[in-house]
């Protein structure tokens, strides 16, 4: 089993993870061994706190342990082919924990048949949204099918894998972004034809959102893109989520994956604010992430 997207994962799946999530968070002293014997390889051409932190505290309390190569280390592509790279991973380790620029990257690191689990690429954020949603349900401990969900900035990987998990589970979510930049073309085409009857909407313009219960946002310039910010800010200032922004959309919840840039996508008063679910966002990709793990390695023993 490899998780490059939630596209990899039915419905069923995707609620046994979070489900299982909640059951690791409430009681983790039952799973501490399930990872005994087994090396996980953290490869990480991009740098990181949260993956990295929580993958390496899951897999170590989960009995497993964690190594971590960084790009410098190991040079995917360059010092030698990424499929070499992951056959002599083979070896040695039970599986990849990938953070990289491309997702072909991710494809590639399969091919020696090791589970891979993507830990961030250009196009996806699986653990991210799989935590999102963890979250989401924790807040609204109802039928999440209820919950108007608004995220708002760009198109993103942390965007496009939350609407591959809202269309899987058919939740109601608005995504809002500057006119040029949405979701990709060619996402929003192969997620039409894996849910042909989601209820996502792309808009443009928020005043065409009358209420959220969720409002999701993230940076405005993604890691690795050169955009320069005097350009980014006249162009996504009107989508920044402000206190004016909650109070006139009723909003219960606002999420951020982090890191944020203070003031400019999100202000420092909604986000230290009380509606601000966003620490505790952060601590479930902790669980999520030991989720994903323990799926994976009990489907390999059995």
Known sequence: MNLLSLFDLEAKQIHQVLKLAGEIKAHPAGYQTCLKGRSIALLFEKPSLRTRVSFEVGIQQL?????????????????ESIEDIARNLGCWTHGIVARVFQHDTLTRLACAGLPVVNALCDQHHPCQSLADLLTIQERYPVD???????????????????MVGAAAL???????????????????????EHFPHHRIQVKHDLTDVPHADVIYTDTWVSMGDHRPIEETLPIFMPYQVNQDLIDRLQATTVLHCLPAHRNHEITDQVL??????????????????KAVLYMIYQEFAA
């Open 63 to 79: 009995g497993g342990q964690a190594i971590y190569l960084d790009a410098q280390m190991v040079g995917p592509g360059q010092r």
């Open 144 to 162: 999440l099918r209820v919950v108007d969900i608004l995220f708002i900035g760009e198109g993103n990987n942390v965007c496009q894998s939350l």
């Open 170 to 192: 058919d939740l109601k979510l608005t995504v809002v972004t500057p006119a040029a930049f949405g979701p990709n073309e060619e996402f929003l085409q192969k997620l039409k």
């Open 272 to 289: 230290d604010g009380p509606l601000s679910s966003v620490l505790q966002q952060a601590e479930n990709r902790l669980y999520v992430q």
